[in-house]
């Protein structure tokens, strides 16, 4: 009985790390975006109007600024009605202010994987220029980064990420000086055992099925 129990608890526990390989899209949706403040200048600088925090949270991810503390430390997302920006890919989309730092991380601390994000440049007229944005992910347990560079442009673009990027800690990126950017639609997965956890779990289900049969003969 007791060994059925054991198998029984190792079947749930599997089936628990399955769960946990859930997908999500932080794509600064309206819910969302409505924790941050928001601000509401008189006209005619209410064409600038933005919402803006130190920390954003959306889907079980965190999005925080490094210039906490500072007279320029926001997270900022442009309002519907913004003319200096440039248009989100969707309903909203995030920039930060420049020289900021923006770091990803898991609210429970897991591991995640991070698979693409939408990026474009923030500003629009002549003051708007390409540029490029370096992302560095740490992986979970290391202090090692794994580094990948896009090139942006003025239209939407999609980037993947390579395969290293899986089982990170945190994913960090800056916001440039001059070549200023916007990003959106950054799809995250929750990190899955790797392949050698699966194979010494399987094992160890294996031998406790053995144990089962071997009890009932």
């Given at each position: 009985?007791k060994?059925?129990?054991?198998l029984?608890?190792s ?5 628990l790390c399955a ?5 999500a899209?932080i794509d600064?949706?309206?819910t969302?975006?409505a924790q941050?403040?928001h ?5 005619p ?6 919402y803006?925090g ?8 965190e999005?925080s600024?490094?210039l906490?503390g ?6 900022f997302v442009p ?5 200096l920006?440039?248009p989100?890919?969707d309903s ?8 900021a730092t923006?770091t ?8 995640f994987?991070v698979?693409?994000i939408?990026?474009?440049?923030l500003?629009?007229?002549p003051?708007?220029?390409d540029?490029?944005?370096t992302?560095?992910?740490t992986?979970?347990?290391t ?5 990948q560079?896009?090139?942006y ?5 999609t980037?993947?990420f390579?395969?290293n ?10 916001q440039g000086?001059?070549s200023?950017?916007e990003?959106?639609n950054?799809?995250?997965?929750a990190?899955v055992?790797?392949?050698q956890?699966?194979?010494?779990l ?6 406790l ?5 071997r009890?009932r003969?």
């Amino acid at each position: 009985m007791k060994t059925t129990t054991m198998l029984q608890a190792s079947l749930v526990a599997a089936s628990l790390c399955a769960a946990t390989a859930h997908a999500a899209v932080i794509d600064f949706d309206a819910t969302s975006v409505a924790q941050l403040s928001h601000t509401n200048l008189p006209s005619p600088l209410n064409v600038v109007n933005v919402y803006h925090g130190t920390s954003y949270v959306e889907d079980g991810f965190e999005l925080s600024s490094s210039l906490v503390g500072t007279p320029f430390h926001s997270l900022f997302v442009p309002d519907d009605h913004n003319v200096l920006y440039r248009p989100a890919a969707d309903s909203y989309a995030m920039a930060a202010t420049a020289l900021a730092t923006v770091t990803l991380t898991s609210v429970d601390h897991s591991a995640f994987n991070v698979t693409s994000i939408d990026l474009a440049k923030l500003l629009k007229g002549p003051l708007a220029l390409d540029g490029s944005v370096t992302f560095y992910g740490t992986k979970a347990g290391t202090s090692t980064p794994v580094v990948q560079k896009f090139d942006y442009t003025g239209s939407w673009t999609t980037f993947l990420f390579n395969a290293n990027f899986t089982g990170l800690s945190s994913l960090s990126w800056t916001q440039g000086a001059l070549s200023r950017y916007e990003f959106d639609n950054i799809n995250v997965t929750a990190a899955v055992p790797e392949a050698q956890t699966w194979a010494m779990l399987l094992a160890g289900l294996g031998m406790l099925g053995w144990m089962a049969r071997r009890k009932r003969a």
